[in-house]
Every structure is written in C-alpha cells, then in structure tokens.
C-alpha cells in the first residue's frame, strides 16, 4: 500500500508556471506506476499525465502535450507535474495517483489517490 501528498498548488496568471510535488510513503515505490489526474468544476476527473515505474515512459493528454512535464525520483518517493504555459482552462483539483506498474496509460489502473491540491489560472 501507497500513502500520498501532494504540493505546489496555487493561484497563477495564464502563461506562467506551476510545479506540483507528490510525496509517496512505503518501501515499494518503484513497483507502481504513478499520474497525475485533475478534475474542474462540474467535470470529471481525467488524466493528464502518467509515467511508467521506472520512469522512461511517459503519457500526455492531448490537453496538456507539449506544456506539461511528468517526472519522478525514485530515490526520493517522489513524482512531479512541471506545469508551463498555464491556461485558464487548467484550473483545476489535482490529484497524485499511484497504480499497476504494467499499465501506466489506463485511468482504470489507478487505485491509490492523495488529497489533492488546487490549481488557479487566471486570465
């Protein structure tokens, strides 16, 4: 099992910049898979960004691809979200997931959620 905190959140104008943190819990780390969902207002949670357990593969939704930056440190139980070029349609709940290490792209693989953090761009 996987405990997880996320931070960085924040109020930030369109165009600029947000970096979020996840903090994993637990030994085993490197056996999950980990993503980045968020969910707006009235809408359903969507995944953004997702990468594989060791970090070489990594999955984008189109919303997001070529702005936003998923990476982790295993080392360190770590998973960040490198946010560029922030519109106000970003804003947004997000939420660190950690989930089957041998199915990163699926949104059903995830089972593991942490608190969220909000997000705000204005315009």
């Known amino acids: 099992q996987v405990q997880l905190v996320e931070s960085g959140g924040g109020l930030v104008q369109a165009g600029g910049s947000l970096r979020l943190s996840c903090a994993a819990s637990?030994?085993?780390?490197?056996?999950?898979?980990m993503a980045w969902f968020r969910q707006a207002p009235g809408k359903e949670r969507e995944l953004s960004a997702a990468?594989?357990?060791?970090?070489?593969?990594?999955h984008y939704a189109d919303s997001v691809k070529g702005r936003f930056t998923i990476s982790r440190d295993n080392a360190k139980n770590m998973v960040y979200l490198q946010m560029n070029r922030l519109k106000p349609e970003d804003t947004a709940i997000y939420y660190c997931?950690?989930?089957?290490?041998?199915?990163?792209?699926?949104?059903?693989?995830?089972?593991?959620w942490g608190q969220g953090t909000q997000v705000t761009v204005s315009s």
């Open positions: 997931a950690a989930g089957n290490r041998n199915d990163y792209r699926t949104p059903a693989s995830y089972n593991y």
């Open positions: 637990g030994r085993t780390f490197s056996s999950y898979a």
């Open positions: 990468i594989n357990w060791s970090g070489v593969n990594t």
